[in-house]
């Protein structure tokens, strides 16, 4: 459904109106801020534990402070 979607021609027009949009002076900052913005989405899921791991030592917390209670 989506193989041809980002073909070199529909790049090259995606870029022209961002441009218009932008302008030359805005466009090398946005795309520095989306590039920092993927680095950074990138190396915090590399950080966290998977979602399974995480709620299982959640509940391991609310069992101990029942338990305590």
Not at 5 to 24: K, N, R, S
Not at 46 to 51: A, M, Q, V
Request: hydrophobic content about 35%.
């Amino acid at each position: 459904m989506l193989e041809g979607l980002f073909q070199p021609t529909h790049l090259i027009i995606i870029f022209a109106i961002a441009l218009l949009v932008f302008g030359p002076k805005k466009l090398p900052e946005l795309g520095k801020g989306l590039g920092e913005g993927i680095r950074a989405l990138k190396e915090g899921m590399k950080d966290t534990p998977p979602p399974a791991q995480a709620s299982t030592e959640q509940n391991k917390t609310t069992e101990s402070k029942e338990t305590k209670g």
